[in-house]
């Protein structure tokens, strides 16, 4: 028997947004759970350059 946890990829949800960053106030609206959106940094920093050497720490 597979269950969906509410962290699952793809869950939908009605939020409750403060007043200023909505349309309609004092109404929810629809939020899914997404994959997190990461890009490679611009200016990588000494973990993420170990990392990338196959390392696990930095020198």
């Given amino acids: 028997m597979c269950r969906m946890k509410k962290k699952d990829i793809g869950n939908k949800f009605k939020f409750h947004l403060p007043d200023a960053y909505c349309d309609t106030p004092g109404q929810p609206v629809d ?8 890009r490679p940094s ?14 696990d720490t930095a020198y």
């Fill in 31 to 38: 939020g899914e759970i997404v994959e997190i959106p990461f």
């Fill in 42 to 55: 611009v200016n990588p920093n000494a973990r993420e350059i170990a990392k990338s050497e196959g390392r």
